[in-house]
Antibody
């Protein structure tokens, strides 16, 4: 079955760290860029970070740059998001997303074609 | 660059509804649309302005002209009630992709 399964969401105190993981299955993982998108409950979708198929290029939203680090392990078909210096405003569902292209910042007819079920990160004291 | 959507739209059962998405990036990029039902992850319903992925009912269609993209549901069903988000790549913005704010559809 083609799917993405996130894990690692938890309750963490402000200033703390968390590592999210995403296990991909049913498709050729290294053939796709991967992305993280988050959603505050009841609010809209926000792009967080993206990584190209070979980890050669990565990008971050302004709101997380310098605090979050995206990585991937193609041998394990896994995507990660290391989240440091967490803030209450980082509280959200975090979705692992497959990009239809190979570079996270490609222009053209590329879109997010597969989403995980999401994992909840709560930052609160 | 931003994509602007009406926050909420309603449609009578079986009628046709159009959900719009406005922004400069629409003019130069392909737009895709995502449906998100409560408690679920988003699902791609339209890619490349007007392509329906496998498994998406043909009552869903997309179009784009100038700075406005549209998602049309012809013969809306009760199960179509959801939030819909437009999306495009954005080579002129600070971030490589942009989402619309979302439209909640009530059937």
């Amino acid at each position: 079955e083609v799917q993405l399964v996130e894990s690692g969401g938890d309750l963490v105190q402000p200033g703390g760290s968390l590592r999210l993981s995403c296990a991909a299955s049913g498709f050729t993982f290294l053939g796709h860029a991967m992305q993280w998108v988050r959603q505050v409950p009841g609010k809209g979708l926000e792009w967080v970070s993206g990584i190209s198929w070979n980890s050669g290029s990565k990008g971050y939203a302004d709101s997380v740059r310098g605090r979050f680090t995206i990585s991937r392990d193609n041998a394990k078909s896994s995507l990660y998001l290391q989240m440091d210096s967490l803030r209450p405003e980082d509280t959200a569902f975090y979705y692992c997303v497959r990009d239809s292209g190979t570079y996270y910042d490609s222009n053209g007819d590329y879109y997010f074609d597969l989403w995980g079920q999401g994992t909840l990160v709560t930052v609160s004291s | 660059s931003e994509l602007t959507q009406d926050p909420a739209v309603s449609v009578a059962l079986g009628q046709t509804v159009r959900i719009t998405c406005q922004g400069d990036s629409v003019r130069n990029s392909y737009v895709s649309w995502y449906q998100q039902k409560p408690g679920q992850a988003p699902v791609l319903v339209i890619s490349g302005n007007n392509k329906r992925p496998s498994g998406i009912p043909d009552r869903f269609s997309g179009s784009s002209s100038g700075t406005t993209a549209s998602l049309t549901i012809t013969g809306a069903q009760a199960e179509d009630e959801a939030a819909f988000y437009c999306f495009s790549r954005d080579n002129s913005g600070h971030h490589p992709v942009v989402f619309g704010g979302g439209t909640t559809l009530t059937v």
